[in-house]
């Protein structure tokens, strides 16, 4: 098993657009950051982990006024909801940007100078269908019915001006020649395949710049002018580092792993990583797309209004409940469907019945049979020890194979292993024959170090609900390593303590 390492781990979210306030999609790709970041600190990894708001832009602006504001203020106000969603969340981000921050403006200024200077950038008109929503041109082929956005089925205006644009076109080959050379950097591999068909299909420049808009990072040479959105934003994972992780931040790029949905995979598979070349930084080692959580058959989002708000389950069941149903049920990089009879299930029947339950009973055996003090190993359980060891390496194979469901699944294994072996091995009869005591010595045993083995796996993905389950089995809550969940670590001769349970029954639920 593998667990020290040297690696440094840069992982990111999207930074979200702040013209509205954020739901569960928005929750859910933050969650699935915090884990990979928890489960890279847990295996020793240098690890920074970075989210933000993305304020620039018509739709931002048009956001603003709609509420009465002005756009600075708008995104001061909105921008702080994020922010407070991490923290509700328990996301463990090293930092959080803002486009509107002054230091990330001057980088981003700084490198289109550099492209401009390079030939890179030049002045041309341009017109097309906008979508505000997106931020993005789409070509007529694609639009739906109505001249409607293929993404958000609302309609595209005709947007014709004077704007830079960037030889996109210009990096067809290289960016063709990277994806056969790294054909793991984008995941799953029907995303990759779908990139690498857009820029065989050809690549038109990319007009980076507006002149109609005036809310965004103005073009150092042309003030007349701002920055399209998207570039602004997508120069975030690079300039975050530069004032956002400390004086040798540039130690942690390039990115190892950059989460997002599928919607955004075009600018991030084809525009990032053609503007990083022409700006010679190093491209990001992998993008984990992943699908929709979709409330009714449909994508949630403002547009559809099927929004579906975190904070009532957060309230009604707890954080972590929120953070398994969503790693457990939407396999990651498919779509999945979120409901509230779904999320009851998975938590009654899954973390109170399977879990809560197992460590209840087993703390209450240890106190009964054994005074509260986990008996020594008989070494009779090897083959569970070897198992839990297997389990270990499959959850570190899941991890780096970006499959965070699988992950889970493999350590809720080990949890029904032990609930089998409570059941098969009744303490409660052994606890009756003082013959026995050896055996009941070792199946007490064997549920500890099961349980605590099983709750270190657990730990990226419920961190509160497994520091106090540790605490209840004696143990010390504080940098739990992946090397804490070899079998039988430090827990013969712990002390348990009876605690409330850890996922208690919830009456009614939220719609
Ligand atoms: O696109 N299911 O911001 P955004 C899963 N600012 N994930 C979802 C989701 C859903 N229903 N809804 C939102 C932007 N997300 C740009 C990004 S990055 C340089 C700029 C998540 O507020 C998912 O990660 O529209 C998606 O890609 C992102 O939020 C879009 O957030």
Same mark, same amino acid.
């Given at each position: ?307 579906? *708000?975190?904070?009532? /389950?957060?309230?009604?069941? &707890? #954080? ?5 149903? !969503?790693?457990?049920? @939407? ?109 009941? *010595?070792?199946?007490? /045993?064997?549920?500890?170090? &099961? #349980? ?5 796996? !657990?730990?990226?993905? @419920? ?49």
């Amino acid at each position: 098993m593998q667990v020290m390492s040297d690696h440094r781990f840069y992982t990111t979210t999207p930074i979200y657009y702040v013209n509205a306030d954020p739901h569960v999609g928005h929750a859910y790709t933050t969650i699935m950051t915090d884990i990979f970041a928890r489960h890279h600190r847990q295996r020793g990894d240098d690890v920074f982990f970075l989210t933000g708001t993305d304020e620039h832009g018509a739709k931002i602006a048009r956001a603003a006024e709609a509420a009465g504001n002005t756009p600075h203020a708008h995104a001061d106000a909105l921008s702080a909801k994020f922010r407070d969603l991490g923290r509700v969340l328990d996301a463990s981000n090293d930092f959080f940007i803002r486009t509107t921050d002054p230091e990330h403006i001057a980088e981003v200024q700084r490198i289109l100078v550099l492209l401009h200077e390079r030939g890179d950038i030049y002045k041309g008109s341009y017109g097309g269908w906008y979508c505000t929503p997106c931020e993005g041109f789409f070509v007529e082929s694609e639009l739906e019915e109505g001249n409607t956005c293929p993404i958000h089925h609302t309609p595209v205006e005709w947007l014709e001006e004077d704007n830079w644009f960037f030889r996109l076109s210009a990096y067809r080959e290289q960016l063709l020649a990277h994806f056969d050379a790294h054909p793991g950097w984008v995941v799953p591999q029907a995303r990759f395949n779908e990139a690498r068909k857009m820029i065989e299909l050809g690549l038109e420049d990319l007009s980076i710049s507006r002149s109609q808009i005036s809310w965004g990072v103005p073009v150092p040479w042309d003030p007349d002018q701002v920055i399209y959105v998207w570039v602004d934003a997508l120069f975030n994972y690079w300039t975050a580092l530069s004032y956002g992780a400390g004086d040798d931040g540039k130690k942690y790029w390039p990115p190892t792993l950059q989460l997002m949905a599928k919607d955004i995979l075009k600018f991030h598979a084809v525009i990032w990583p053609a503007l990083l070349l022409a700006a010679e930084i190093e491209l990001p080692e992998r993008l984990a797309i992943h699908g929709y959580v979709l409330k009714g058959g449909e994508k949630m989002s403002k547009t559809t209004g099927n929004l579906v *708000d975190p904070f009532p /389950f957060i309230h009604d069941y &707890g #954080l972590d409940a929120l953070r398994y149903y !969503l790693a457990r049920e @939407i396999r990651f990089g498919d779509d999945g469907t979120f409901s509230a009879e779904g999320f009851d299930a998975r938590y009654t029947g899954e973390l109170a019945n399977e879990l809560g339950n197992l460590l209840n009973r087993t703390v209450n055996m240890i106190g009964r049979y054994r005074d509260g003090v986990v008996p020594a190993d008989h070494g009779q359980d090897t083959a569970l020890g070897a198992e839990i060891a297997a389990r270990t390496d499959e959850i570190i194979a899941a991890f780096d194979g970006a499959d965070i469901t699988r992950a889970v699944e493999a350590a809720w294994v080990i949890v029904r292993d032990l609930n089998r072996l409570v059941e098969q091995r009744a303490p409660w009869v052994l606890a009756k024959d003082p013959d026995q005591a050896d055996a009941l *010595d070792q199946v007490l /045993f064997s549920l500890a170090a &099961g #349980l605590k083995s099983v709750l270190v796996l !657990l730990w990226p993905v @419920i961190p509160t609900s497994v520091e106090r389950a540790l605490i209840s089995l004696g143990q010390q809550p504080t940098d739990i390593n992946l090397t804490d969940a070899v079998w039988g670590d430090g827990i013969a001769g712990a002390t348990v303590t009876v605690i409330p349970p850890l996922f208690p029954r919830v009456e009614g639920r939220p719609e």
